[in-house]
């Protein structure tokens, strides 16, 4: 009998250790090599971060089982026609239990055929275009804001400053930039702004002498547009090497990289849309403060995180919640917990939308509008200028 | 006379190797897997008429795989045709097109013409960028809805996949056929002296034209298809230069001017690439291995895996065409 019992127990023992042991796998695409190199690895960054965070705690719990966090992760040399050969490779042969987006938009549409036919759970991160939403999928979940707001929000901090001010848009013939640009001009129109330049120029372009001398032409006094880094940084440059007299530079992407402090002098005022800032000031109701995630991703990463870095992450503070509450790893449950989320964490508000017609939708978490300010040393540093409840300076206006 | 031909046979036993291997067992990782392959064929194989069979180096010959897919998509999304119909109205009209673009630039020749191809490539890259009716830079997206007349989406990329293997093997089929046709020799005749070919009475502006439209038919085709599986285009992806010049790449590992080297070279680098890719010991370098392979096959087999094996067992000309 006290034998009996005693192997009750060490089994039990096994059980209970077997259910420690419990893993759930994340799999995602990071474009290693590519295009998109440098914005997929720190958005994998911030992924990499949350599961050290999480297993260093013991691993996600819920239903009183503890989950450890791996990863099924591939490189997708920032091509589309790799994405759906290995979505379809990690929750077939990996066994991925939910799935995270490769970064940009156009690789997301094109996993989200794959996750979506398999119905699996798939956090979008580095992809704001919302057609994708918009197609009838039911297991994503966008964590960023979409495109249509990274420059309706400057004009929202123009309006207030300037109403009277003339736009002129000059941004990159890209998808993305293209999806930001064409509402945000309507919106202009329709706050009662006088549009009165619209350029877009090729990607790769390095000469903006001649979209500048028409800049100068059309008497604009505030340019909004961009689109990636190298053109951003370029058109910046040379905006400030033409003296063009304009009061409000807002550009898409690139001023968000620290790089940009490098332009000098050309990069003062330059305001640049973003999804999340290390001065943010969201009270965390779950997870860590934005300054708490600031000192871990410098202390392992050496460099402070980009809002890639911090979407990142929050995909998986929310993926984790929802499980939470959900009380398991069941795909209908965790989507049900998704579907009703509503939680702010450092890095913003998350809510997803529940209508049929653009379900997944990110309608919580709102842009922040940051901008390069000089500090009282002369130093060049980023400060959130809007919205105004959580800003940290206020916006210089005219730069010069 | 092809039924004689031992290659038209191999062609048949691949197709359905190919289309068997997934469907049995339900393995749909294996038909992902193979689905790149057999597109890297059809890529290769059509890029083979015009270097190969030629001479004439094509350095944008993506534009015609990336053109069908515009195509199709626009057919299907905003039309709402059904795949089939789509893909092949797209082939129709990218090799009509193809026919005009060619009757101009292939009076060019040499390096003229290689950098000739490159201008197609960017010029309809700007076109369709700025082209408001397939959405401009954005693209167009596929709704989910479109693939329930298919049955859903797994049934729709099922249905996908054998016609993506039809159309390489029809791919293959062509090559075949040209390699000992009249016109094939005709062909054969421009790539080894063009000034001989014409005194002989070749017409060989006509006969360029034809070939540069003949090779954009089923890529488009394919382009049509794939885009419909992948679920969106944009410019940015249906113009990708980089894969025009690993379709050179490939035809040179395998040996161009053969039918079978142009498939044998799509089939091994697509699969090393994946294979490298995903290997857990590999993965990190899996660029730098695939180029120091790579030189080394073009090293030390100049005429290609087909050109060696030429020269190890002459015989295998008449099989291995």
Redesign the interface.
């Known amino acids: 009998m006290k034998r009996t019992s005693l192997i009750a127990f060490l089994l039990s023992l096994f059980f209970v250790a077997g259910g420690f042991a419990q893993t759930i796998t994340l799999g995602f695409t990071v474009s290693r ?1 590519g295009s998109l190199n440098v914005d997929s690895l720190e958005q994998y960054r911030g992924f990499e971060l949350w599961r050290d965070t999480v297993n260093a705690a013991g691993g996600i719990k819920a239903g009183g089982k503890s989950y450890k966090v791996q990863f099924a992760s ?2 997708d ?1 920032s ?4 994405v ?3 979505y ?2 990690m929750i ?2 990996d066994k991925a239990d939910f799935l995270f987006s490769p970064y940009s938009s ?1 690789l997301t ?2 996993a ?2 794959v996750t ?2 398999y119905e699996k759970i798939m956090l979008t991160t580095g992809a704001a ?1 919302e ?2 939403y918009k ?3 039911q297991h994503l979940y966008q964590m960023f804001a979409p495109a249509t707001q990274y420059l309706t929000v400057a004009l929202d901090a123009l309006k207030a400053k300037d109403p009277k001010a003339t736009v002129a848009f000059v941004y990159e ?3 993305f ?3 930001v640009v064409t509402p945000a001009k309507a919106y202009a129109q329709q706050l009662g702004f006088n549009v009165v330049f619209t350029e ?1 120029y ?2 790769n372009t390095t000469d903006f002498s001649a979209i500048i001398d028409k800049v100068i032409a059309s008497k604009a006094t505030v340019l909004l547009g961009g689109g990636h880094y190298a053109d951003g940084s370029t058109l910046a440059r040379q905006l400030y090497g033409h003296k063009v007299p304009l009061k409000m530079i807002s550009l898409l992407v690139a001023p968000d990289s620290p790089q940009w402090a490098e332009l000098g002098d050309a990069a003062v005022g330059v305001i640049v849309p973003s999804q999340w800032e290390p001065q943010s000031t969201f009270k965390a109701q779950y997870g860590p403060s934005g300054a708490d995630f600031g000192k871990a991703y410098t202390a392992k990463y050496n460099a402070p995180p980009s809002y890639e870095s911090a979407g990142g992450y929050a995909s998986g503070l929310v993926l984790q919640h929802a499980i939470e509450q959900a009380g398991g790893i069941d795909t209908d449950k965790v989507a049900g917990a998704l579907n009703s989320t509503d939680i702010t964490t450092f890095y913003g508000r998350t809510k997803f939308s529940t209508v049929a017609s653009e379900h997944g939708l990110q309608v919580g978490h709102a842009i922040v509008l940051a901008q390069w300010q000089k500090d009282k040393a002369g130093k060049l540093v980023k400060q959130v200028i809007w919205p105004l409840a959580g800003k940290s300076a206020d916006l210089v206006y005219p730069i010069h | 006379m092809m039924l004689r031909r031992p290659l038209f046979w191999l062609i048949l036993l691949l197709a359905a190797v190919f289309a068997w291997l997934p469907k049995h067992g339900n393995n749909v990782a294996l038909r992902e897997d193979l689905i790149l392959v057999a597109v890297a064929i059809i890529l290769t194989s059509n890029l083979n008429l015009m270097i190969g069979y030629t001479g004439y180096v094509n350095f944008g010959h993506i534009v015609f795989y990336g053109l069908g897919g515009y195509v199709g998509l626009y057919l299907m999304t905003v039309r709402s045709w059904h795949l089939i119909p789509a893909a092949l109205t797209a082939g129709v009209a990218v090799s009509v097109l193809a026919l005009l673009f060619g009757l101009g630039i292939l009076r060019l020749r040499g390096a003229y013409f290689a950098l000739a191809t490159i201008g197609v490539l960017e010029a309809v890259q700007a076109f369709v960028s700025n082209f408001e009716s397939w959405g401009r830079s954005t693209g167009m997206y596929v709704s989910f809805e479109s693939y329930v007349p298919m049955g859903g989406p797994k049934h729709a990329l099922w249905l996908t996949y054998f016609l993506i293997i039809g159309v390489m093997a029809l791919s293959l089929m062509l090559s075949l056929g040209i390699r000992r046709s009249k016109f094939g020799l005709g062909l054969f005749a421009i790539r080894e002296d063009e000034d001989a070919a014409i005194v002989l009475g070749v017409n060989a502006t006509l006969y360029k034209a034809i070939i540069y439209s003949v090779s954009a038919f089923l890529p488009a085709v394919a382009g049509a298809l794939m885009f419909f599986k992948n679920g969106m285009i944009d410019p940015s992806i249906a113009f990708e230069y980089m894969l025009s010049l690993e379709g050179i790449v490939m035809l040179m590992l395998g040996g161009q001017g053969t039918v079978a080297g142009s498939a044998l070279g799509a089939g091994l680098y697509e699969r090393l690439r994946s294979y490298l890719l995903t290997s857990p010991r590999l993965s990190a370098f899996h660029l730098v291995i695939a180029g120091a392979l790579l030189l080394l096959v073009i090293r030390l087999a100049p005429g290609g895996l087909i050109g060696w094996l030429y020269r190890l067992v002459p015989r295998s000309r008449e099989v291995i065409e």
Request: charge should be negative; charged fraction near 25%.
């Open positions: 090599t591939y490189d040399e091509n589309s026609k790799r759906q050969q290995l379809t490779r077939l042969e156009s549409a094109t989200s055929i979506e036919q275009e057609k994708t197609l009838g999928n013939d890209a998808s930039s293209v999806a877009a090729a990607p």
